[in-house]
Nanobody, 114 residues
């Protein structure tokens, strides 16, 4: 098992940046797959970015070139650096860890608006 706590969400203007953090309650060194999903009002939850224990990454087409996922195994934390934010990035962002089943954080709201 693992508990995940997200932070770093908020209100930002279009073109701005935010960095989300996902702190895990245990070592993530051997957790093969971790990442971020998001869910906008009235829409299904979608994968934003994922990172493996070996450092391989995967991104949704809509965020490629703007978002960067990374993991800090020493501090049991996964980050999502979000640049050039757009209004359509507005959503609740959820961190997950795949240990054979998915564990989720509570979510953090990101709102991109002028």
């Amino acid at each position: 098992q693992v508990q995940l706590v997200e932070s770093g969400g908020g209100l930002v203007q279009p073109g701005g940046s935010l960095r989300l953090s996902c702190a895990a309650s245990r070592t993530i060194l051997k957790i093969y797959n971790m990442g971020w999903y998001r869910q906008a009002p009235g829409k299904q939850r979608e994968l934003v970015a994922a990172v493996t224990s070996g450092g391989s990454t995967n991104y949704a087409d809509s965020v490629k070139g703007r978002f960067t996922i990374s993991r800090d195994n020493a501090n049991n934390t996964v980050y999502l650096q979000m640049n050039s934010l757009k209004p359509e990035d507005t959503a609740v962002y959820y961190c997950y860890a795949n240990l054979g089943r998915f564990y989720w954080g509570q979510g953090t709201q990101v709102t991109v608006s002028s």
